[in-house]
Every structure is written in structure tokens, then in C-alpha cells.
């Protein structure tokens, strides 16, 4: 059985085209995404129509949550720029679209071989870094009680073995932050994970972002160059 686990398309196209163009070379018998479909990139849409043309299953992420929730505790700024991102991203969605997001579930799974959350059981928002001690991973994933628990939103991706269980992180298709600019994603053969990466069409992606008018598109420009990371900067003006 092949599981591949295709998570944070941040509404970008080129990349998610990619990363489907190597998925049939790979020919996983599932595919299933890990939310962050469509907010912070310039063809949220499309890719939101993309994944529900193929039929895979997933889970929400906290920028589709953002949509129609965010934490009271956000920190101001963050908050500010979350509001102009959502603002955008609702407008080329459409009710429609953001209704299916609204009907992701927090947690998918395959029996006790795979689980898969957005970033921590029970709370999208959450971000647990790969240096973390083991310690940590048992704590926030060990209750998922699957052999490999999977999770996306950190846009880093690695495969970590602990003592009963793996964990491992598919990265991002639109907005990778590990200094590689190349879209991840997540290759589960018989239970054994293996992060692929997948060359794209940068300057595509760089077009979409000029015409689109994004409140982000500068920054993103810059991170499609660099995957450099950070919190999402607004154009000015």
C-alpha cells in the first residue's frame, strides 16, 4: 500500500501541478492532503477545485480555519494580516468553496497504520519544530496511537523514528520553508515514509502572483526564490 500525503498548497498553483504531475509517476494507491489549501497564495480557487475534482480525502488546516475563525490570541499584527489575507482569499473562493473547507475533518486516518492532523491533535495553530525532543513528539502524537503520525503546517519537512511510533512531516507543496524552494510532499510505501521533493515553474508561480493582486504577492515572490520563512509581510500601498 502507497499513501502519499500532499499538505500546505497556499494557493499555489504551478507547484501543486507539479507535485500531481509526480504523483502519477509515483501512482500511490491514496492520496490525501493535510489542509492549507488556499489562503496566502494567488490561485486559491483552482486549487481548491483541483483537489475536489481528484477526490481526496484531508483535513482542515488553520489557514482555511482562518477563513471563518482565528485564536482570540493572536498577536495584533498577526492578526491584521490574517484579516487582509482572508479578506482576498473569500473573495476569489466564493461561499461555496470556503462551505467544503468549512466540512474538513481536524484528523484522518487508516486504521492504526496512519494518522494524519494538521499540525497537533485537536488544534491546528500549533506549530512543533523538528528539533523538538522526542519527549514532545510522544507527547503531542502518541495519543493519535498509530504507527506514523503525519502532520504538515511547519512547512519542514523530515521523518523522525521513535521508540513505538514515527513521526514525520510532508512539508509544503506552495510554500516550503526550508531553504528549498521545491515543493514536498509525503511517499508512505508499506508503512515507511520517504520525503520527495519536486522541481516546478517558478516563474509561472511569479506571473500568478504579479496579476493577482494578492496583499502578500511581494513576500511570496521572494519566498518562492528563497523558502526562506517567516511570518507573511503585506505589499504596501
Do not use: K
Not at 501512482?27 to 497564495?41: C, F, K, Q
Amino acid at each position: 500500500m502507497r499513501i502519499a500525503i500532499v499538505s500546505d498548497v497556499h494557493g499555489n498553483l504551478a507547484a501543486l501541478e507539479a507535485v500531481i504531475a509526480d504523483l502519477a509517476r509515483t501512482a500511490p494507491d491514496l492520496v490525501v492532503h493535510g489542509g492549507d489549501l488556499a489562503l496566502n497564495g494567488p490561485r486559491p480557487a483552482e486549487c481548491v477545485d483541483r483537489i475536489r475534482e481528484l477526490g481526496w480525502p484531508g483535513v482542515v488546516g488553520n489557514t482555511d480555519q482562518a477563513l471563518w475563525w482565528m485564536p482570540t490570541e493572536l498577536p495584533e499584527n498577526a492578526a491584521r494580516v490574517f484579516a487582509r489575507l482572508v479578506e482576498r482569499t473569500a473573495e476569489l473562493l466564493g461561499e461555496e468553496r470556503i462551505g467544503w473547507l468549512r466540512r474538513l475533518p481536524l484528523e484522518w486516518r487508516r486504521e492504526d497504520e496512519v494518522a494524519l492532523v494538521h499540525a497537533v491533535p485537536g488544534d491546528t495553530w500549533r506549530g512543533v519544530m523538528p528539533e523538538v525532543p522526542d519527549e514532545e513528539l510522544e507527547r503531542h502524537y502518541g495519543s493519535l496511537g498509530a504507527a506514523l503520525a503525519v502532520y504538515g503546517h511547519i512547512h519542514r519537512p523530515y521523518v523522525r523514528r521513535l521508540g513505538r511510533f514515527t513521526v514525520a512531516n510532508s512539508g509544503s507543496v506552495g510554500l516550503p520553508y526550508d531553504g528549498d524552494p521545491r515543493p514536498s510532499y509525503l511517499l508512505v510505501t508499506d508503512g515507511e515514509p520517504e520525503v520527495r521533493r519536486v522541481a516546478y515553474d517558478v516563474e509561472r508561480h511569479l506571473r500568478d502572483l504579479e496579476s493577482s493582486g494578492y496583499p502578500s504577492a511581494s513576500w511570496l515572490a521572494m519566498q518562492a526564490r528563497t523558502a526562506a520563512g517567516g511570518f507573511p509581510r503585506l505589499d504596501q500601498g
